[in-house]
Each structure stands twice: as C-alpha cells, then as structure tokens.
C-alpha cells in the first residue's frame, strides 16, 4: 500500500527537551510538507521541501528544524526554542509533475503533548 | 497576499438535511481549489478539487464549483449522514503541483441522527 507514515501517534515530552517527528512516505514524491494544526485554526505551513537536501522555511519555521537527505523521510524536529510547541503535526506530500491537477496527501498525523 | 476564508463553524445538521459551507478566496493569480475532510484524529483527505473557473468538483455526493467572478467554491450536499460528521477544510495553490497550499480555519460539520 502506497501513502505516508507518522509516527508516534501520540508523543509526550517535557519542556526543555527536542523531539523529532517522523515522516515516510513510499509515494515516490519529490515534495514533502510539515504543518501544524491547532484547535479552531486552519494548517499553517512549518517546513517543506522539494528535492532531496533541499528546504525552505513556511510560515512558523521559528523553533522548528528539517532534514532531507532521503527522499522518502522528512522529519522534524521541535527543538526547545518553540515556545508553544503542543499541537497536532501533519506531514504531506506531493509528486511534481507540473500538472495542476497533482495532489497533496496527508500522513494521519502526529499529537504532540508537552508536559 | 493570498487567504482562504470559511464560514464559521460549528455547523450542526440533521440527516438527510442539506449542507453548504462557504469559501471565498483572495489569490494573486487563478488558483487550483480544493476541499479536504478530516475525520476525528486524523489527517487530511482530499474530497474534490478543481482547476480553473466554472469546474465543478464532486466526490461521494459533495460538490463544488470554482465561481471566479465570486472567488468562491461553495462546498455543498444534498443528504448529509451521521459519517459526514468531520472537519472541512477550503484550500488554495497558485501554480502547479510543487507549489504551496493555503487553507482555511477549516467547518465542523456535525451530522445528528
């Protein structure tokens, strides 16, 4: 079965501490996205990347970090810097064709809890 | 810049009953649009999309229609069912599939028996 993987599920970590999130996919896409979900809001864009050592900052990049070096795993790490990093964590991904009918899938996302 | 804008939630329907949620767009180009589902504790899925204005999207009885004279891609169903109950999110990219996605607050939509 093709798609994209988080994991844990559910993470718990104390303040002060990193903690990497990770993302597979086997959907042999070249673009890869994290986002973060709070309550009542929309996804805000963290980071993504559209070739393998390669990466830009989205919206919220501020204590948040990324690596690319393989093309099917993009994880994330939610350093100590993140004043609020408690949320739900999408990865996505997307082929690059350059066809504007290509979509973005969604791995079933990681909750992480800071304690 | 660009921005998605939906109707407030949450929106609470009986069976059968008819759904609309509104979405407008503010984009610096003509954008793809898209609605994704989520369901509780999960991710997102794509529901429908479209690409250029007067498409209509439609996707297990959902439907959308990209109106750019509006900027809006109303999502709407005839007969909503109690595994309806989810949240909906209205989204925008301008170029081609590399490109960024801009999303809405997203529509709790609950659907009682």
């Known amino acids: 079965d093709g798609g994209i993987t988080q994991s844990p599920k559910y993470l718990f970590r104390k303040e002060g501490q990193n903690v990497t999130l990770s993302c597979e996919q086997n959907l042999n896409h070249d673009a890869m996205y994290w986002y973060r979900q709070d309550p009542g809001q929309g996804l805000r864009l963290i980071y993504y990347?559209?070739?393998?050592?390669?990466?830009q900052k989205g919206d919220i990049a501020e204590g948040y970090s990324v690596s690319r070096e393989k093309k099917e795993s993009f994880p994330l790490t939610v350093t100590s810097a993140q004043k609020n990093p408690t949320a739900f964590y999408l990865c996505?991904?997307?082929?690059?064709?350059?066809?504007?009918?290509?979509?973005?899938?969604f791995g079933p996302g990681t909750r992480l809890t800071v304690l | 810049g660009n921005s998605v804008t939906q109707m407030e939630g949450p929106v609470t329907l009986s069976e059968e009953a008819f759904l609309t949620i509104n979405c407008t767009y503010t984009a610096t180009g003509y954008p793809s649009l898209f609605w994704y589902v989520q369901y509780p504790g999960e991710g997102l899925q794509l529901l429908l999309k479209?690409?250029?204005?007067?498409d209509k999207g439609s996707n297990k009885g959902f439907e959308a229609t990209y109106r750019k004279e509006t900027t809006s891609f109303h999502l709407e169903k005839g007969s909503v069912q109690v595994s309806d109950s989810a949240v909906y999110f209205c989204a925008l990219r301008l170029g081609t599939s590399g490109s960024r996605l801009t999303f809405g607050e997203g529509t709790q939509l609950t659907v009682n028996p």
């Open positions: 990347s559209q070739i393998v050592n390669d990466f």
């Open positions: 479209a690409t250029k204005a007067d």
């Open positions: 996505a991904s997307n082929g690059l064709s350059g066809d504007i009918t290509d979509t973005q899938y």
